[in-house]
């Protein structure tokens, strides 16, 4: 495929020179002391926009480029603590355009050209008990423990995302593909260098829908057989410096030597019984109307066989920084993820795009990240961090292609304006092959092959800004 190096260039100079224009304007979140117990309100606020050039997307056929920019993600987070040990927090989220496929192939129309994800939305919400090294919890909508790359600070990846492939198979939306309600204890051992999660979460929560916008229907899921609670289990040993402390709720995909050296090794497992029917066929046009109507029964179940969710990952995250030559960063996360191979029985399209299949349905993979931050400065404390990635996942369908592989590679260099993670700048330019070549042009319908022609992969040039304060 035709490489964008061209593009790439004149991304990279709008990226910069809206670096230069920003570079003073941020300033800390404010924080409101109350209380006699050391009380406190702090107020943070994030954003983060990409814009991005992908050889696939426009034009009858679908197989000319597209440009397309979204605000990915815009936060208000609020944290208070009573006391020393009791708390809660929260942060909305919102974005300016659905069009960006991050899970799937690459682009998806938004219905009726409307900007239908650019409402504001609670993404977290739970309240905070700090006991001690041993036990801190958290009690409502939070992050899934299983991943390191979930658990990962979204705002702080090594990369300009984290991977489309290391999520919840429950769900289309932040709320229930990266969290979920339930309870999740961490503690720390051993000076903070042996640390554990525990979750009790909801899991799988009824039907879903899935809109497909290249036929204007929406496809429904077939509903949970029982309705079950997902266990989730995690635990790490940092080998040189502890990476996270007791109460902390995750990780960063680069800590830019601020940590000291660290290495750090985790698994963990999740399990939920009864998540999925075994055997279902794709729904049928809903009487009374006329086929292709976009009104659809929903998907019919044969028999009452079910298949169990069981998970497993392991990870490894290393830094160095050497004294005056840079902080070198390494990264590297395995996932197998198992529904005994319904993919095979339940073909209703939406099982296949969101539970068993699609990219967080069952598969297996990896990836692995390498990073170095320079030893210069760039302006009064900037930094830069060339990086490169390659992940490689066997997903048991993927638009519509069964035992799909799925294998990316990207080259790209961070920007810190302030030498932190403050105010953040990114290109990146990566390539997606498939082992089977796929049909693009139309790749969510899952219910009779299109004549479109196949496509083995796709090239994307990606400019992405981050603030955060």
Known sequence: MKKKYSQAIKALGATLTGGLLLAGSAVAGPQIDFGNDGGYLQLDVKFQGILDNTDFGSGQDGEGSRWDADLRRARIVFTGMFDDTWGAKFQTCGGTSATRNFGGGGYELAKNNSKTNSQIRLTDGYLVGMFN?????????????????????????????????????????????????????????????????????????????????????TFTTSAEPESNLEYVARLHYSFLDPETSASAGGYKGTYLGKKGKVLTVGAAGAY????????????????????????????????EESVDYTAWTADLFFEYPFVNNGVLTATALYLDVDFEDAYLTARAPADLATIVGGATGQRDGYYVKLGYVLPLTVGAKGKLQPFVRYEDWNLANLLNVNDQGVQQSGIGINYYVKGNDQIRFTLEYYQTDYDTPTDLADYTDQTAPKPHDLTDGYDTIAAMFMVSF
């Open 133 to 217: 090294d041993m036990l801190n919890i958290k009690l409502g909508l939070t992050k899934i423990p299983l991943t390191r790359a979930n658990l990962d600070e979204c705002f702080a990846p090594l990369s300009h995302e984290r991977s489309s492939f290391v999520y919840s198979p429950y769900g289309t939306d932040a709320t229930k593909n990266s969290r979920d309600m339930g309870l999740v204890a961490t503690g720390a051992f051993v000076d903070n260098h042996l640390k554990y999660f525990a979750a009790v979460m909801e899991g799988r929560e009824g039907a879903a829908s899935f809109y497909n916008p290249f036929v204007d229907k």
């Open 272 to 303: 939920e019984a009864d998540a999925a029917y075994k055997n279902t066929r794709p729904a049928a046009d809903l009487p009374g109307m006329p086929v292709g109507s976009g009104m659809l029964l929903p998907p019919t179940v044969i028999g």
